[in-house]
Protein backbone atom coordinates (compact mmCIF):
# COMPACT_ATOMS: atom_id res chain seq x y z
CA UNK A 1 0.00 0.00 0.00
CA UNK A 2 1.63 3.48 -0.64
CA UNK A 3 2.05 5.41 1.87
CA UNK A 4 0.62 9.03 2.64
CA UNK A 5 2.49 12.17 2.30
CA UNK A 6 3.77 14.14 4.97
CA UNK A 7 5.13 18.07 4.81
CA UNK A 8 7.95 19.46 7.50
CA UNK A 9 9.04 23.00 6.67
CA UNK A 10 12.08 23.05 8.63
CA UNK A 11 12.85 19.05 9.06
CA UNK A 12 16.36 19.53 9.19
CA UNK A 13 16.53 21.40 12.44
CA UNK A 14 16.74 20.26 15.96
CA UNK A 15 13.32 19.55 16.16
CA UNK A 16 12.11 18.85 12.75
CA UNK A 17 14.65 15.97 12.47
CA UNK A 18 13.64 14.30 15.29
CA UNK A 19 9.50 14.49 13.73
CA UNK A 20 11.01 13.19 10.63
CA UNK A 21 12.74 10.36 12.20
CA UNK A 22 9.22 9.33 14.12
CA UNK A 23 7.01 9.64 11.12
CA UNK A 24 9.04 7.64 8.70
CA UNK A 25 8.02 4.46 10.42
CA UNK A 26 4.73 5.26 8.91
CA UNK A 27 4.38 7.92 6.06
CA UNK A 28 6.39 9.34 3.12
CA UNK A 29 8.02 12.66 4.59
CA UNK A 30 9.31 15.63 2.38
CA UNK A 31 11.29 18.37 4.01
CA UNK A 32 11.48 21.86 2.99
CA UNK A 33 14.08 23.58 4.88
CA UNK A 34 17.06 26.70 3.08
CA UNK A 35 19.71 24.70 5.63
CA UNK A 36 20.13 28.35 7.47
CA UNK A 37 20.40 26.59 10.70
CA UNK A 38 19.01 23.21 9.91
CA UNK A 39 21.76 19.95 9.10
CA UNK A 40 21.29 17.45 6.43
CA UNK A 41 22.94 15.55 8.72
CA UNK A 42 20.15 15.96 11.08
CA UNK A 43 18.12 13.93 8.85
CA UNK A 44 17.86 9.87 8.64
CA UNK A 45 18.79 8.23 5.08
CA UNK A 46 15.34 6.91 3.45
CA UNK A 47 13.62 5.70 0.96
CA UNK A 48 10.66 7.54 2.22
CA UNK A 49 12.20 11.01 2.81
CA UNK A 50 12.73 13.61 -0.01
CA UNK A 51 14.57 16.82 0.70
CA UNK A 52 13.87 20.18 -0.56
CA UNK A 53 16.21 22.81 -0.36
CA UNK A 54 13.70 25.58 -0.06
CA UNK A 55 12.86 28.66 1.34
CA UNK A 56 9.48 29.19 2.94
CA UNK A 57 9.69 33.18 2.59
CA UNK A 58 9.58 32.38 -1.15
CA UNK A 59 6.26 31.54 -2.70
CA UNK A 60 7.86 30.12 -5.91
CA UNK A 61 9.51 27.15 -2.93
CA UNK A 62 6.47 26.98 -1.50
CA UNK A 63 4.07 26.44 -4.27
CA UNK A 64 6.59 24.09 -5.68
CA UNK A 65 6.10 21.29 -3.01
CA UNK A 66 2.52 21.77 -3.43
CA UNK A 67 2.44 21.28 -7.24
CA UNK A 68 4.77 18.04 -6.78
CA UNK A 69 2.65 16.99 -3.83
CA UNK A 70 -0.75 16.44 -2.47
CA UNK A 71 -0.10 16.46 1.84
CA UNK A 72 -1.84 14.56 4.49
CA UNK A 73 -0.21 16.31 7.03
CA UNK A 74 1.46 19.75 7.22
CA UNK A 75 4.01 20.33 10.10
CA UNK A 76 5.05 23.86 10.10
CA UNK A 77 8.36 24.26 12.33
CA UNK A 78 10.66 26.63 10.04
CA UNK A 79 11.94 29.41 11.35
CA UNK A 80 14.49 32.06 12.64
CA UNK A 81 13.89 30.36 16.48
CA UNK A 82 16.44 32.35 18.19
CA UNK A 83 14.96 35.31 20.02
CA UNK A 84 18.30 37.27 19.97
CA UNK A 85 18.18 36.95 16.30
CA UNK A 86 15.07 38.03 15.94
CA UNK A 87 15.54 41.63 18.39
CA UNK A 88 18.91 42.23 15.94
CA UNK A 89 17.17 41.62 12.70
CA UNK A 90 12.99 41.78 13.16
CA UNK A 91 12.34 42.75 10.00
CA UNK A 92 14.24 39.71 7.94
CA UNK A 93 12.86 37.24 10.71
CA UNK A 94 9.23 38.70 10.44
CA UNK A 95 9.72 38.38 6.55
CA UNK A 96 10.36 34.25 7.55
CA UNK A 97 8.25 33.76 10.97
CA UNK A 98 5.22 35.52 9.75
CA UNK A 99 5.28 35.84 6.08
CA UNK A 100 6.50 32.88 5.43
CA UNK A 101 3.23 30.94 7.79
CA UNK A 102 0.84 33.07 5.48
CA UNK A 103 2.29 31.70 2.54
CA UNK A 104 2.51 28.22 3.62
CA UNK A 105 -1.32 28.19 4.93
CA UNK A 106 -2.17 29.90 1.33
CA UNK A 107 -1.12 26.97 -0.53
CA UNK A 108 -2.34 24.38 1.91
CA UNK A 109 -5.90 26.11 1.46
CA UNK A 110 -5.79 24.72 -1.90
CA UNK A 111 -5.33 21.07 -0.61
CA UNK A 112 -8.07 21.40 2.45
CA UNK A 113 -9.84 18.74 1.07
CA UNK A 114 -7.00 16.49 1.33
CA UNK A 115 -4.57 17.80 4.66
CA UNK A 116 -5.88 16.18 7.84
CA UNK A 117 -4.54 19.00 9.34
CA UNK A 118 -1.71 21.39 9.30
CA UNK A 119 0.58 22.03 12.61
CA UNK A 120 1.96 24.80 13.67
CA UNK A 121 5.11 25.06 16.00
CA UNK A 122 3.98 28.25 18.35
CA UNK A 123 6.29 29.30 21.42
CA UNK A 124 5.77 30.03 25.09
CA UNK A 125 7.54 33.27 24.31
CA UNK A 126 3.63 34.64 23.29
CA UNK A 127 3.33 34.29 26.91
CA UNK A 128 6.18 37.12 27.66
CA UNK A 129 6.70 38.24 31.38
CA UNK A 130 3.25 38.36 33.36
CA UNK A 131 3.84 36.68 36.23
CA UNK A 132 0.83 34.69 36.57
CA UNK A 133 1.54 30.99 36.66
CA UNK A 134 1.32 27.96 35.43
CA UNK A 135 0.86 29.30 31.86
CA UNK A 136 -2.40 28.03 30.70
CA UNK A 137 -3.97 28.46 27.01
CA UNK A 138 -5.81 31.21 28.09
CA UNK A 139 -3.69 33.03 30.47
CA UNK A 140 -2.80 36.62 29.75
CA UNK A 141 -0.36 36.73 26.07
CA UNK A 142 1.58 39.99 26.16
CA UNK A 143 4.95 38.71 23.94
CA UNK A 144 8.50 40.71 24.58
CA UNK A 145 9.92 40.25 21.29
CA UNK A 146 10.12 40.32 17.46
CA UNK A 147 9.72 36.50 17.47
CA UNK A 148 7.47 35.69 20.38
CA UNK A 149 5.08 38.34 18.43
CA UNK A 150 5.67 36.92 15.30
CA UNK A 151 4.51 33.15 16.85
CA UNK A 152 1.56 35.25 18.47
CA UNK A 153 0.08 36.54 15.29
CA UNK A 154 1.26 33.18 13.20
CA UNK A 155 -0.94 30.77 15.37
CA UNK A 156 -4.00 33.85 15.39
CA UNK A 157 -3.45 33.09 11.11
CA UNK A 158 -3.74 28.88 11.63
CA UNK A 159 -6.72 29.41 13.61
CA UNK A 160 -8.22 31.91 11.44
CA UNK A 161 -7.80 30.16 8.33
CA UNK A 162 -8.80 27.06 10.19
CA UNK A 163 -11.85 28.52 10.99
CA UNK A 164 -12.16 30.61 7.64
CA UNK A 165 -11.18 28.19 4.75
CA UNK A 166 -12.05 24.98 6.38
CA UNK A 167 -8.25 23.98 6.59
CA UNK A 168 -8.31 21.77 9.82
CA UNK A 169 -5.25 23.63 11.62
CA UNK A 170 -3.90 23.45 15.18
CA UNK A 171 -1.04 25.18 17.12
CA UNK A 172 1.33 24.06 19.80
CA UNK A 173 2.97 26.51 22.02
CA UNK A 174 6.52 24.63 22.88
CA UNK A 175 8.15 25.33 26.16
CA UNK A 176 12.07 24.73 26.62
CA UNK A 177 12.73 22.06 24.81
CA UNK A 178 15.99 19.82 24.97
CA UNK A 179 17.11 16.55 23.57
CA UNK A 180 20.08 15.35 20.96
CA UNK A 181 21.51 17.57 18.38
CA UNK A 182 20.22 20.99 19.91
CA UNK A 183 23.00 23.06 18.77
CA UNK A 184 25.43 24.42 22.14
CA UNK A 185 27.26 27.04 19.67
CA UNK A 186 25.82 30.09 20.51
CA UNK A 187 25.52 32.05 23.94
CA UNK A 188 21.74 31.89 23.64
CA UNK A 189 21.70 28.63 23.11
CA UNK A 190 18.98 26.29 24.54
CA UNK A 191 20.80 26.54 28.43
CA UNK A 192 20.38 22.93 28.54
CA UNK A 193 22.65 21.96 24.86
CA UNK A 194 25.25 24.94 27.11
CA UNK A 195 25.22 22.65 30.07
CA UNK A 196 25.42 19.21 28.47
CA UNK A 197 28.17 20.90 26.73
CA UNK A 198 29.47 21.27 29.71
CA UNK A 199 28.95 18.08 31.06
CA UNK A 200 30.76 16.42 28.31
CA UNK A 201 33.79 18.69 28.40
CA UNK A 202 34.05 18.08 32.50
CA UNK A 203 33.31 14.09 32.11
CA UNK A 204 35.88 14.29 29.50
CA UNK A 205 38.47 15.71 32.35
CA UNK A 206 38.54 19.15 30.52
CA UNK A 207 39.70 21.65 33.34
CA UNK A 208 39.20 24.87 31.36
CA UNK A 209 35.12 23.69 30.98
CA UNK A 210 32.81 26.06 33.48
CA UNK A 211 29.09 26.84 33.33
CA UNK A 212 27.85 30.54 33.62
CA UNK A 213 24.93 31.05 35.45
CA UNK A 214 23.28 34.20 34.62
CA UNK A 215 21.42 35.35 37.92
CA UNK A 216 21.53 33.11 41.25
CA UNK A 217 20.14 29.40 39.32
CA UNK A 218 16.92 30.01 41.28
CA UNK A 219 14.75 30.83 37.79
CA UNK A 220 12.56 28.01 36.86
CA UNK A 221 11.40 26.13 33.60
CA UNK A 222 9.51 23.83 32.29
CA UNK A 223 11.62 22.16 30.36
CA UNK A 224 10.33 19.24 27.87
CA UNK A 225 12.27 16.07 25.94
CA UNK A 226 11.74 16.66 21.96
CA UNK A 227 10.69 12.90 22.10
CA UNK A 228 7.42 14.25 24.08
CA UNK A 229 7.49 17.19 21.65
CA UNK A 230 7.02 14.61 18.94
CA UNK A 231 4.48 12.80 20.00
CA UNK A 232 2.59 15.99 20.75
CA UNK A 233 3.09 16.90 17.50
CA UNK A 234 0.98 13.43 16.37
CA UNK A 235 -1.29 13.53 18.38
CA UNK A 236 -2.21 17.11 17.77
CA UNK A 237 -2.46 16.08 13.81
CA UNK A 238 -3.99 12.78 14.76
CA UNK A 239 -6.73 13.78 16.81
CA UNK A 240 -10.11 15.55 15.67
CA UNK A 241 -10.55 17.60 18.97
CA UNK A 242 -7.27 19.42 18.06
CA UNK A 243 -8.53 21.34 15.19
CA UNK A 244 -8.80 25.01 15.51
CA UNK A 245 -7.15 24.94 18.89
CA UNK A 246 -3.68 26.52 20.19
CA UNK A 247 -2.19 23.94 22.79
CA UNK A 248 1.08 24.11 25.36
CA UNK A 249 2.80 21.37 24.78
CA UNK A 250 5.06 20.76 28.00
CA UNK A 251 6.41 18.32 30.75
CA UNK A 252 4.33 19.78 33.24
CA UNK A 253 7.46 19.41 35.67
CA UNK A 254 9.16 22.38 36.81
CA UNK A 255 12.62 23.01 37.88
CA UNK A 256 15.17 25.73 39.37
CA UNK A 257 18.61 25.78 37.02
CA UNK A 258 20.70 24.64 40.29
CA UNK A 259 18.08 21.39 40.64
CA UNK A 260 18.81 20.71 36.65
CA UNK A 261 22.57 21.23 37.72
CA UNK A 262 22.04 18.71 40.77
CA UNK A 263 20.64 16.22 38.41
CA UNK A 264 23.29 16.31 36.26
CA UNK A 265 26.13 15.78 39.03
CA UNK A 266 24.12 13.09 40.17
CA UNK A 267 24.54 11.36 36.49
CA UNK A 268 27.89 11.78 36.28
CA UNK A 269 29.04 11.38 39.74
CA UNK A 270 31.39 14.90 39.64
CA UNK A 271 30.69 18.61 40.78
CA UNK A 272 30.53 20.76 37.67
CA UNK A 273 32.42 24.07 37.86
CA UNK A 274 30.35 27.15 37.92
CA UNK A 275 30.26 30.97 37.79
CA UNK A 276 27.71 33.15 39.11
CA UNK A 277 27.09 36.12 36.05
CA UNK A 278 24.14 39.20 36.50
CA UNK A 279 20.97 38.00 35.53
CA UNK A 280 20.28 38.76 31.56
CA UNK A 281 18.05 41.64 31.07
CA UNK A 282 14.60 40.75 30.06
CA UNK A 283 15.30 37.24 31.33
CA UNK A 284 11.86 36.05 32.71
CA UNK A 285 12.44 34.42 36.06
CA UNK A 286 9.71 31.48 35.80
CA UNK A 287 7.78 29.80 33.43
CA UNK A 288 6.19 26.76 33.33
CA UNK A 289 3.05 25.06 31.92
CA UNK A 290 -0.29 23.79 33.41
CA UNK A 291 -1.13 21.08 30.26
CA UNK A 292 -4.42 19.81 31.05
CA UNK A 293 -5.73 21.07 27.74
CA UNK A 294 -3.69 18.93 25.30
CA UNK A 295 -3.95 15.89 28.35
CA UNK A 296 -7.17 15.66 27.96
CA UNK A 297 -6.80 14.46 24.71
CA UNK A 298 -4.42 12.18 25.42
CA UNK A 299 -1.19 13.35 25.93
CA UNK A 300 0.78 11.69 28.44
CA UNK A 301 5.11 13.87 29.11
CA UNK A 302 6.58 10.72 28.89
CA UNK A 303 10.16 11.73 29.91
CA UNK A 304 11.22 13.22 33.58
CA UNK A 305 13.80 15.63 33.62
CA UNK A 306 16.10 12.73 35.23
CA UNK A 307 15.37 10.29 32.58
CA UNK A 308 15.68 12.80 29.57
CA UNK A 309 19.07 14.44 31.00
CA UNK A 310 20.34 10.88 31.47
CA UNK A 311 19.63 10.06 27.56
CA UNK A 312 20.60 12.99 26.47
CA UNK A 313 24.14 12.55 28.22
CA UNK A 314 24.21 8.91 27.37
CA UNK A 315 23.84 9.97 23.56
CA UNK A 316 26.52 12.53 23.58
CA UNK A 317 28.83 10.36 24.81
CA UNK A 318 28.10 7.67 22.27
CA UNK A 319 28.69 10.11 19.89
CA UNK A 320 31.96 10.87 20.92
CA UNK A 321 32.91 7.82 21.24
CA UNK A 322 31.90 6.98 17.26
CA UNK A 323 33.97 10.39 16.54
CA UNK A 324 37.23 8.37 18.22
CA UNK A 325 36.64 5.24 15.98
P1 LIG B 1 16.20 24.93 14.51
O1 LIG B 1 16.86 26.24 14.21
O2 LIG B 1 17.06 23.77 14.80
O3 LIG B 1 15.19 24.55 13.34
C1 LIG B 1 14.60 25.49 12.47
C2 LIG B 1 14.71 24.92 11.04
O4 LIG B 1 14.07 25.84 10.13
C3 LIG B 1 16.16 24.77 10.57
O5 LIG B 1 16.33 23.52 9.94
C4 LIG B 1 16.34 25.91 9.58
O6 LIG B 1 17.31 25.64 8.59
C5 LIG B 1 14.93 26.01 9.01
N1 LIG B 1 14.64 27.34 8.43
C6 LIG B 1 14.90 28.56 8.99
N2 LIG B 1 14.51 29.53 8.15
C7 LIG B 1 13.98 28.91 7.06
C8 LIG B 1 13.41 29.39 5.85
N3 LIG B 1 13.32 30.71 5.57
N4 LIG B 1 12.94 28.48 4.95
C9 LIG B 1 13.06 27.15 5.19
N5 LIG B 1 13.61 26.65 6.31
C10 LIG B 1 14.06 27.52 7.23
O7 LIG B 1 15.21 25.21 15.73
P2 LIG B 1 14.28 24.22 16.57
O8 LIG B 1 14.65 24.40 17.99
O9 LIG B 1 14.28 22.85 15.98
O10 LIG B 1 12.85 24.92 16.36
C11 LIG B 1 11.83 24.35 15.53
C12 LIG B 1 10.58 25.19 15.69
O11 LIG B 1 10.13 25.12 17.05
C13 LIG B 1 10.76 26.68 15.38
O12 LIG B 1 9.60 27.17 14.75
C14 LIG B 1 10.92 27.30 16.76
O13 LIG B 1 10.55 28.67 16.75
C15 LIG B 1 9.96 26.44 17.57
N6 LIG B 1 10.26 26.44 19.01
C16 LIG B 1 11.42 25.88 19.48
C17 LIG B 1 11.67 25.90 20.87
C18 LIG B 1 12.91 25.27 21.47
O14 LIG B 1 13.03 25.26 22.71
N7 LIG B 1 13.82 24.71 20.69
C19 LIG B 1 10.75 26.48 21.76
C20 LIG B 1 9.60 27.06 21.23
C21 LIG B 1 9.35 27.00 19.86
C1 LIG C 1 13.22 29.98 25.93
C2 LIG C 1 13.41 29.94 24.45
C3 LIG C 1 12.79 31.13 23.83
C4 LIG C 1 11.37 31.35 24.30
C5 LIG C 1 11.24 31.26 25.83
C6 LIG C 1 9.76 31.22 26.19
C7 LIG C 1 15.49 28.78 23.90
C8 LIG C 1 16.90 28.94 23.48
N1 LIG C 1 14.83 29.93 24.15
O1 LIG C 1 13.92 31.12 26.49
O2 LIG C 1 12.76 30.89 22.44
O3 LIG C 1 10.98 32.65 23.97
O4 LIG C 1 11.86 30.06 26.27
O5 LIG C 1 9.55 30.79 27.48
O6 LIG C 1 14.95 27.70 23.99
N2 LIG C 1 21.00 30.53 31.19
C9 LIG C 1 22.12 30.40 31.98
N3 LIG C 1 23.30 30.04 31.39
C10 LIG C 1 23.41 29.83 30.04
C11 LIG C 1 22.26 29.97 29.23
C12 LIG C 1 21.07 30.33 29.85
O7 LIG C 1 22.07 30.61 33.19
O8 LIG C 1 24.52 29.50 29.56
C13 LIG C 1 19.71 30.87 31.86
C14 LIG C 1 18.98 32.00 31.18
O9 LIG C 1 19.41 33.26 31.67
C15 LIG C 1 17.53 31.67 31.58
C16 LIG C 1 17.51 30.13 31.61
O10 LIG C 1 18.87 29.73 31.73
O11 LIG C 1 17.23 32.16 32.86
C17 LIG C 1 16.91 29.53 30.36
O12 LIG C 1 17.51 30.14 29.24
P1 LIG C 1 17.26 29.70 27.72
O13 LIG C 1 17.52 28.26 27.54
O14 LIG C 1 18.00 30.66 26.85
O15 LIG C 1 15.70 29.83 27.50
P2 LIG C 1 14.62 30.95 27.88
O16 LIG C 1 15.23 32.22 28.25
O17 LIG C 1 13.67 30.31 28.84
Known amino acids: MSRETVLITGGAGFIGGHLVEQLLKKYHVVVLDNLSTGKISNLPSSPHLDFLFGDVSKVSDIDNAFEIYTFTYVFHLAAV ?106 PYSGVLSILTSCVERVSNGDEKAIFNIYGDGTQVRDFVYVDDIVSGLILLAESDESTSEVFNIASGENHTLLEVIAIYEEIIHQKLPLRFESARSGDIHKSYANITKIKNIGYRSQTTLREGLAKYHAHETSQEVMVLI
Not at 146 to 157: H, M, N, Q, R, T
Open 81 to 186: ASVAASIEKPLETHQINMDGTIHLLNAAKKQADTIQKFVFASSAAVYGSEPTLPKKETSVIAPMTPYGIDKLASESYVIAYSRLFGLKASAARFFNVYGPRQNPDS
